[in-house]
């Protein structure tokens, strides 16, 4: 089992008028993959993952690839600032790499408020509006599964600050490639977001409330990864994208989210600006 190599993260100062959030960290540079050789029967990635990755990954670039120009175009036109959102995340074996999307905020909106984002975030465009309920906004993460930093399926990745709170067991999650849709975030996404949108500090009511379950579901999922459930997951997306949520798929999900209101403590601590999701 190859191990990670250390996280390249560098140290950033807090913006000015937005002070970090309590409890939260970055992930050191000499972090490890913590506990991972004791997960109970994670389900690793595959050759034939990969080559239904590069195949499903690369006729999407193609049959999307007008939809793709003709978002960029109005991105560009309708807000200042770059057409994608670029931003470290965390991966396989703990190495980081850069994910790619549709830019849906303003160009500043790292340096002006949190990691994560609820319903109403005022920092979100007016394109944003309608290309983040729809998952539009993803479409560039197809790049990234051509490249191999991502597969199709998999826990989302998650950015260095947040992991910096993985407990042992949940470094498992790292033992394999980050997902463009994962049952952890989709299980979460809609209530995660109604709330973060009455809490004073958005990214330690995400840290106290809801990573730690989302990685339980993604921990089940890994320990029971075959096809059929590849197929309920991509079932439970394309009924999210309509407002469903299918009994069948948040029966699945632990319900522990009540045990985890304290924050782990970080591995090591280091403040900076938020990095968006």
């Not at 690839?65 to 991966?91: D, N």
């Not at 394999?176 to 809609?190: C, D, E, H, N, S």
């Not at 994208?241 to 522990?256: C, D, I, N, Q, T």
Request: contains cysteine; proline residues 9%.
């Amino acid at each position: 089992m190859s191990r990670s190599r250390g996280f390249a993260v560098r140290a950033e100062a807090a913006s000015p008028g937005h002070p970090p959030t309590p409890g939260l960290g970055l992930v050191p540079r000499s972090a490890h993959l913590a506990g991972a050789d004791r997960a109970d029967a994670i389900r690793p990635d595959t050759g034939i993952r990969r080559l239904v990755d590069l195949v499903v990954a690369g006729a999407g670039v193609l049959l999307c690839s007008p939809l793709i120009a003709v978002i960029g175009g109005i991105i560009r036109l309708t807000s200042a600032g770059p057409v994608l959102f670029l931003q470290e995340r965390v991966g396989r074996d703990g190495r980081s790499f850069r994910i790619c999307k549709f830019r849906t905020m303003t160009a500043d909106a790292e340096s002006c408020g949190a990691a994560v984002s609820g319903r109403v975030d005022p920092r979100v465009t007016r394109v944003g509006r309608y290309l983040r309920p729809a998952r539009l906004d993803e479409l560039p993460q197809l790049a990234n599964i051509l490249r191999g930093d991502m597969t199709l399926i998999g826990p989302r990745p998650e950015v260095p600050r947040f992991v910096a709170h993985y407990t042992d067991e949940e470094w498992a999650t790292l033992l394999v490639r980050p997902g463009l849709i994962g049952p952890g975030g989709l299980l979460f996404a809609t209530e995660q977001s109604a709330e973060l949108d009455h809490s004073e500090h958005p990214d330690l009511y995400y840290l106290s409330h809801h990573l730690h379950p989302k990685l339980a579901a993604d921990l089940a999922y890994l320990r029971d990864r075959r096809l059929v459930r590849d197929l309920q997951v991509v079932l439970a997306a394309a009924a999210a994208l309509v407002g469903r949520s299918p009994s069948w798929f948040s029966a699945a999900a632990p319900a522990s989210r009540a045990t985890c209101a304290t924050p782990t403590t970080p591995r090591r601590r280091a403040s900076g600006p938020p990095a968006l999701d």
